[in-house]
């Protein structure tokens, strides 16, 4: 019995995958010629703080809409204004 054709062509795309995720791995160089100056690890640094600062950022933007969320806003009733014919 024959395979069908979509079994066919599902078969051709598993390998067409297969082949574009092995190719760049057998085309790297196996070893690294590369020099890394004393400004990298400060650029790498500046990235990590910028990243943990973003991300404060955020945090702090939806901060209340989480609290809120959760069930976690303390907030107290307000109070309504007095009335003018007092």
Not at 60 to 70: E, M, Q, T, V
């Amino acid at each position: 019995m024959r395979p069908s054709r979509l079994a066919t062509r599902r078969r051709a795309a598993r390998l067409a995958f297969l082949l574009l995720l092995v190719l760049p791995w057998l085309a790297a160089p196996k070893t690294a010629q590369a020099y890394l100056d004393p400004g990298t690890g400060s650029i790498l640094l500046q990235i990590i703080i910028g990243g943990v600062a973003g991300l404060g950022v955020v945090g702090k933007l939806y901060w209340h809409r989480l609290r809120g969320l959760l069930g976690l806003d303390k907030k107290a009733p307000q109070e309504e204004p007095p009335s003018a014919t007092e």
